[in-house]
């Protein structure tokens, strides 16, 4: 019963809500810690009972980079948030009987991030630039930021003396090279009270729990033009997130969850370690291993090393890691070298612990030489158009000593890509999978689109299932997924299930075994694929063909009344098209039109036809567009016209079920006459004669609500939760092989024809046949 919950107790808060508890000033036996939840949600929990300590709980939890500061006393609990002067105080009974709400009632109530603690010292960071001038680089001038930043900490002892400077060789220097009324300017702005809000910076808790965000948001500035900085920091975001060096950055959240699962996969290491992140950026992944490892008792000595090709991440790497290890008892070592990881021919260092979040960047977005070194890392692994983070991958496990253990962010792609068919399947033979993650919210990274997947296994064997953990594309899925997981031991993985609509974590017995996907999906998904497994697959029963590519939708692509309107001999080369809203619900529309100059006879082979048969549509859309037109990839300069891939095979084909490019159930039509044009979508045409005359049957089996939970289980969704209905997905969706003269086709069909035509089927009878169909025994 909650009512019994000792919220005096840290342990509760970790157990109850799987928050990560870290000691606010990083003091052994502190009463005051962080508690640290996911992107949103964290706060300072106070639990000294110390009457007389009060007066600086909004500066801590600003200072701390969180919303709150918690104070559980003997009868009460009061909450300061730090964008308001006054605490709120509950019973202590009341927060105790509604542990779970608390907390949701902290993630909502969020100060807003325009004036938090980074805000205001990259305001900082950047007079710092401008003062030094546009000679000084981003880099440089980033040192002299943090000799100020750790010179303004004051207490005994300060961070200046902690850091090995000579390292940072032209930090003093430049900050020196400032006038006295500058240096004290930027000094009194790091640490006096804020008029404004009465909030006083307090550089310890900066430089412990918000250095991490500060100098990611340094690091996309630091490469910026000084003028840029007066756009202010939203504006240089933008330019600073897409280079082509991968380096967007991990959010805290996930380096806690690869570090954390990383040290449970294996039993504790009672021995010297050496931890290597050879992508390291601002040493986020170094520094979390050092705490947690001095958290979870280990007393030998910590070799920390870190590779990165930015001089500022390395810069930013080596302030982390000389302040973190000053405070801490254990005795470390840290090397941090500029080094283009995948120039080394090897990386076998001793590493026990490699944890990395690498590049990601894809076959296009990389240079010649980038493609080279990924080639020849890869060898013969390489297949397609791999991504550059598959060769750190790679490197990673072949480095890994027999027990040793790989934490990584990886790309999606690398989980379930067919181009990764062979590299998974020789990864898998060397390494035991612990946890495989797919993170079904593209926003994971604050302000990359990525789709990201985690990766934690060890070298050699492991007694246990791994786990799977999957979450859907809302924004809050993927924080709550990784906070279940703080309650799982090694010792009850094996037959753990967490399964709730929005994410699942669960024991998954073959994953990551072979070259087959390592994608995680639901475990509804999981569960039903085992039940139907041995049906057939799509691609077996059908030719999913992708749509025609036009070059330039907005030149082809027109309104049925703009089809309708022109002259009589013009409208025979347009057709309908489907594109994303042209099957709702099952029916298909026709509002949209594409003019299709291809098959039966409508070849226009001469500037002069196009102009005599299309005087109309050529002097509206083609003509103002000719350049544009011309540009297009596969486009002959003298049948500049024409579109840039026609699928005539598919067009051939006549009837056929169309789906649109991105959707789920309802997103599939039956087109009797062949007259669509799939653009924005795809075709389906039976591939054997078995199944012909069954279509319509099919057209019921996937708009039904089933479908929805097959495809998460083999394709990928958008941000906004559509799923990809590429060939290259659907194609593994498992479908009952339906006969034209069964009963059951006989049933579907019907109901396939009423759909197409706008009319639901009754519900209860679709899904009994639909599982009937599938063999599924259907749930009282
Ligand atoms: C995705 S970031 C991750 C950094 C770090 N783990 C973090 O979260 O802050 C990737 C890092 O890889 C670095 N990088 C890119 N190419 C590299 C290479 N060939 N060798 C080493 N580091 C590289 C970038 O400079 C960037 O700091």
């Excluded at 559980?72 to 105790?96: F, I, K, M, N, P």
């Excluded at 709550?480 to 031991?489: N, V």
């Excluded at 709702?584 to 226009?604: A, Q, R, S």
């Excluded at 169309?658 to 044009?677: E, H, Q, V």
Aim: glycine share 8%.
């Amino acid at each position: 019963m909650s009512s019994a919950l000792a919220i005096d107790n840290l342990d509760i808060w970790r157990t109850q809500l799987g928050l990560m508890p870290v000691p606010l000033f990083g003091q052994q036996n502190e009463r005051r810690h962080v508690l640290l939840n996911g992107g949103k949600g964290n706060f300072c929990l106070d639990l000294t009972g110390d009457a007389h300590d009060h007066g600086a709980e909004r500066d801590r939890a600003w200072s701390a980079d969180v919303g709150h500061y918690v104070k559980v006393d003997r009868d009460t609990v009061r909450v300061w948030r730090w964008d308001q002067s006054s605490a709120e105080t509950y019973t202590r009974g009341l927060v105790a009987d509604n542990i779970v709400k608390f907390q949701t009632y902290l993630e909502e109530r969020q100060p807003s991030k325009t004036s938090s603690v980074v805000s205001h010292f990259m305001s900082i960071y950047r007079q710092v630039r401008t003062m030094l001038g546009e000679q000084v680089t981003g880099p440089e001038a980033l040192q002299a930021f943090l000799y100020l930043l750790a010179s303004a900490d004051e207490g005994q002892n300060g961070a200046v003396t902690r850091i090995d400077w000579s390292k940072l060789p032209r930090a003093q220097e430049l900050a020196g090279s400032l006038s006295d009324l500058q240096r004290d300017g930027l000094r009194e702005d790091m640490i006096r009270v804020r008029p404004g809000d009465q909030l006083k910076p307090i550089i310890p808790l900066v430089l412990r729990h918000a250095s991490g965000r500060l100098f990611q948001e340094a690091h996309y500035l630091v490469e910026l033009d000084p003028q840029l900085s007066f756009f202010g920091a939203s504006e240089a975001k933008k330019v600073g997130r897409d280079s082509a060096s991968g380096a967007f950055f991990t959010p805290s959240p996930l380096v806690r969850t690869v570090v954390e699962e990383a040290l449970k996969a294996q039993p504790p290491i009672n021995a010297d370690i050496t931890v290597l992140d050879p992508a390291c950026g601002s040493a986020e992944f170094l520094r979390e291993a050092l705490r947690q490892l001095q958290m979870r008792g280990h007393t030998h000595r910590v070799k920390l090393v870190g590779w990165d090709i930015s001089p500022a991440a390395l810069a930013m790497a080596r302030f982390v890691l000389d302040w973190e290890r000053s405070q801490s008892n254990l005795d470390v070592e840290v090397v941090l070298e500029q080094q283009d990881a995948l120039r080394l021919d090897s990386w076998n260092i001793g590493a026990r612990l490699i944890l990395m979040n690498p590049p990601f960047i894809s076959w296009q977005g990389m240079g010649d030489a980038q493609k080279q070194r990924l080639t020849d890392r890869l060898g013969a692994l390489a297949s397609k158009r791999p991504d550059y983070a598959s060769a750190f991958f790679y490197n990673a496990v072949n480095a890994l000593p027999n027990g040793g253990v790989i934490g990584a962010v990886l790309p999606a792609s690398l989980l379930d890509g067919e181009s990764y068919v062979e590299l998974r399947n020789t990864i898998a033979a060397e390494v035991k999978p612990h946890l495989i993650a797919r993170l079904g919210s593209h926003t994971v990274f604050a302000d990359a689109v990525v789709d990201a997947g985690l990766y934690v296994g060890v070298r050699g064997q492991l007694d246990r299932p791994p786990l799977a953990v999957w979450s859907n594309h809302k924004a809050d899925s993927s924080a709550r997924a990784l906070r279940r997981l703080r309650s799982i031991t090694p010792q009850t993985v094996k037959g753990y299930v967490a399964d709730n609509g929005d994410f699942s974590v669960y024991a998954a017995e073959h994953l990551g075994q072979d070259g087959r996907s390592w994608a995680p999906r639901s475990y509804t998904a999981y569960r039903l694929l085992q039940e139907i497994h041995g049906l057939p697959l799509a691609k077996t029963l059908f030719d999913v063909s992708q749509g025609t590519i036009t070059g330039l939708n907005s030149v082809y692509l027109v309104s049925r009344e703009y089809a309708e309107n022109l002259p009589k001999g013009e409208r025979k080369y347009f057709r309908p098209a489907v594109v994303n809203n042209s099957i709702v619900d099952g029916v298909l529309n026709d509002t949209t039109y594409v003019f299709y100059p291809h098959g039966k006879g409508l070849e226009i082979d001469s500037e002069e036809m196009l102009l005599k048969k299309l005087k109309v549509f050529a002097a509206d859309r083609l003509l103002p567009n000719k350049v544009a037109l011309r540009k297009r990839s596969r486009i002959k300069p003298d049948q500049w016209w024409v579109l840039s891939l026609p699928r005539q095979r598919l067009d051939a084909v006549g009837p056929k079920i169309l789906s649109t490019y991105f959707g789920g159930s309802g997103s599939f039509a039956w087109d009797p006459d062949g007259r669509y044009i799939p653009i924005q979508g795809y075709g389906w045409a039976p591939k054997t004669a078995e199944i012909a005359g069954c279509e319509e049957a099919y057209v019921a089996l996937l708009n039904h609500p089933l479908t929805d939970i097959l495809l998460s289980g083999v394709s990928n969704n958008l941000s906004g939760g559509q799923w990809n209905l590429s060939e290259r997905y659907v194609n593994q969706l498992p479908l009952p092989k339906l006969l034209p003269d069964a009963p059951i086709t006989e049933t579907l069909i019907g109901m396939g024809s009423a759909l197409n035509s706008g009319e639901s089927p009754d519900r209860d009878l679709w899904t009994r046949a639909v599982y009937q169909a599938y063999g599924l025994k259907l749930q009282a």
